[in-house]
């Protein structure tokens, strides 16, 4: 029995990887490599010393789908694959509508026929909007998101809620990341961004290397302690080894459950360049400039949760987050493609 993993090959994926295979599960990855390089997959046999069977393939591809559940014998799902940045879908949200949520259907669908009806869902925090309470609890009403990227793993958690209730032989784990950051302490796996980051550790690291100027903070006039935003930063390899816990509840009769996967603490965007600058010795030249569109002031969880529940809680600190996104960045300026 196996886990296929799609989007394996990306970021989380590539560490949730390593940490199924050090558990002991079989591993099948789908990926159609729009985001990521196979390399991954080869730092993830270097670290284990055992290998993934890799498909090259689409969610949105049933025959691509059916055959992979023809010839292997897929056990549960964690389902990374999707379209994730922000602005892009802001200009093409056709385009993420349609690989994400056609895709996650297209692929719920192929399951059942196969009567593999075990899945975990990458959700986010932004289902949360501008959450009523913090910190977020699961029991926080989702929220308006602000832009189409957030829409689709809203709608996703509906659609696979309503799958899940109209058949109880699913069991259906929505994981709700917070901020993931941090690489594999190797310095072998990390993130590996297409052009200009849109997020702040990596453009952060891009600044320390060299690669772009400064660091534009947006907004210094929140509502938070030093008036910058604040966020729930998780290092990779914690909300990797989450999924490998979340597991645990694709058991027959369990049936929805909802975490989020974060540390419980929130840190401002000023917080983040003080502590890579401790945990790295290098200066990070910033300045403050407007806010950005559909950014909320603070956002973090409680994370009590997934602990009580799936025994599962961070355990990197945020020096450490910081001193593995520059190892990462310092070893592989061009990323896989170094
Ligand atoms: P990523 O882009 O590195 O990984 C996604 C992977 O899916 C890529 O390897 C890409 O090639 C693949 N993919 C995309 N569309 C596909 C398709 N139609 N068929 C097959 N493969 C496809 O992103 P990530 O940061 O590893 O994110 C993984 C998941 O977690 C995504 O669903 C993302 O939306 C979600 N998520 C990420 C964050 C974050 O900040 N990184 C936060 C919350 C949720
Ligand atoms: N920020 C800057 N300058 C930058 C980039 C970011 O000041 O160049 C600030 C933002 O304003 C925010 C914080 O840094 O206050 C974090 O921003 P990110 O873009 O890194 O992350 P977000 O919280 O905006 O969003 C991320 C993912 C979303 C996901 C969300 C919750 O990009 O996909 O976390 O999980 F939905």
Redesign the pocket.
């Known amino acids: 029995m196996a886990i296929l993993v799609t989007g394996g090959a990306g970021f989380i994926g590539s560490h949730t990887c390593v940490e199924l295979l050090n558990a002991g599960f079989d591993v099948v990855v789908l990926d159609n490599l729009s985001n990521a390089s196979e390399k991954s997959l080869e730092r993830v046999k270097e670290l284990t010393g055992k290998t993934v069977k890799f498909y090259r393939a689409d969610i949105l591809d049933r025959d691509a789908l059916n055959n992979i559940f023809d010839k292997e014998d897929i056990e549960s799902v964690i389902n990374f694959a999707g379209l ?1 940045a ?1 602005g892009e879908s802001v200009r093409k949200p056709w385009e993420y509508y349609e690989n994400n949520i056609a895709g996650t259907l297209t692929l719920v669908d192929v399951m059942r026929q196969h009567n593999c009806k075990n899945i975990i869902f990458s959700s ?3 289902v949360y909007g501008d959450p009523v309470e913090i910190p977020i609890t699961e029991k926080c009403p989702k929220g308006v998101c602000t832009n189409p ?2 829409w689709t793993k809203s709608m996703l958690e509906q659609i696979l809620t309503d799958i899940q209730k109209a058949d109880n032989e699913w069991n259906v784990v929505l994981l709700r ?3 993931p950051i941090g690489a594999h302490p190797s310095g072998k796996m990390g993130e590996n961004p297409n052009g200009i980051p ?4 990596p ?1 952060i690291t891009q600044v320390a290397v060299g690669k772009l100027d400064h ?5 210094d006039d929140y509502d938070t302690p030093d008036g ?2 604040v ?1 729930d930063y998780i290092h990779v390899v914690d909300l990797a080894k989450g999924h490998v816990k979340a597991l645990s509840k694709l058991k027959p009769g369990t049936g929805l459950s909802i975490y989020n996967l974060g540390t419980g603490v929130g840190y401002s ?1 000023l917080d983040i360049v003080k502590n890579f600058e401790k945990a790295n010795d290098i200066k990070i030249k910033y300045e403050i400039g407007p806010r ?1 569109a559909g ?1 909320v002031a603070a ?1 973090y969880s409680d994370a009590t949760k997934a602990k009580e529940e799936l025994g599962w809680e961070a355990e990197f600190g945020i020096l450490e987050m910081c001193r593995d996104s520059w190892n990462w960045q310092k070893n592989n300026p061009n990323g896989y493609d170094d």
Do not use: E, P
């Not at 849109?198 to 550790?201: C, D, G, Q, Y």
């Open positions: 994730k922000v986010s925090a932004t990227y957030g990341y917070f901020n849109n997020n702040l550790m453009y660091l534009t903070i947006f907004g910058t935003g966020r965007v950005r950014d956002c």
